[in-house]
T-cell receptor, first 115, second 109 residues
Framework: DAGVIQSPRHEVTEMGQEVTLRCKPI?????LFWYRQTMMRGLELLIY????????DSGMPEDRFSAKMPNASFSTLKIQPSEPRDSAVYFC?????????????FGDGTRLSIL | RKEVEQDPGPFNVPEGATVAFNCTYS??????FFWYRQDCRKEPKLLMS???SGNEDGRFTAQLNRASQYISLLIRDSKLSDSATYLC??????????FGKGTTLSVSS
């Protein structure tokens, strides 16, 4: 079975550029989560969707960050304009439901470096 | 107070040792509890769920103390392959999972 698929695996770009991260959740999973991980702050939830609808975006750091889920099999996280402090590993995860009683399955992550 | 707190470690132990990790959570309404494992430069993966009565999976034992809002993970007979970061995870109903920053374990021969 295919797991959560993220792309790209690595992204290096200059500050000010737009960055788009992509995620395909596990088929049949209703909930999708975007996380950011850094050494200093650990794993932080940015936003999550339930049935393609954003439920909680309180973790999105600034208006420069936006996320969409146009259908059940695809989501994007966009940063525009990007800044060096956005450098981190961004994980997408999916779960059969968002109530938290089911564990989440993570993608391999996107390692983002903003120069 | 942070929602989920763990001793960051690192814990450095020899093969065969028994090691225990602790975790505390702040929200008494939390209902589900998990331990995840994360290898270096990899994604977090579910290690085991934590049940109220405590549960065991091979060399791994998880315990939950709701009164003290405390979760533990015990690893017996440590293997080199157990070297990783262990993340304590909790949630409340209707919310997403909340991850601790993790405890790093290094098992040496």
């Amino acid at each position: 079975d295919a797991g959560v698929i993220q792309s790209p695996r690595h992204e290096v770009t200059e500050m000010g550029q737009e960055v788009t991260l992509r995620c395909k959740p596990i088929s049949g999973h209703n909930s999708l989560f975007w996380y950011r991980q850094t050494m200093m702050r650990g794993l932080e939830l940015l936003i999550y969707f339930n049935n393609n609808v954003p439920i909680d975006d309180s973790g999105m750091p600034e208006d420069r960050f936006s996320a969409k889920m146009p259908n059940a099999s695809f989501s994007t996280l966009k940063i525009q304009p990007s800044e060096p402090r956005d450098s981190a590993v961004y994980f997408c995860a999916s779960s059969p439901q968002s109530q938290g009683t089911q564990p989440q399955h993570f993608g391999d992550g996107t390692r983002l470096s903003i120069l | 107070r942070k929602e989920v707190e763990q001793d960051p470690g690192p814990f450095n132990v020899p093969e065969g040792a028994t090691v225990a990790f602790n975790c505390t959570y702040s929200n008494s309404a939390s209902q589900s509890f998990f331990w995840y494992r994360q290898d270096c430069r990899k994604e977090p993966k579910l290690l085991m769920s934590v049940y109220s009565s405590g549960n065991e999976d091979g060399r791994f034992t998880a315990q939950l103390n709701r009164a003290s809002q405390y979760i533990s993970l015990l690893i017996r007979d440590s293997k080199l392959s157990d070297s990783a970061t262990y993340l304590c995870v909790v949630n409340q109903a209707g919310t997403a999972l909340i991850f601790g920053k993790g405890t790093t374990l290094s098992v040496s021969s």
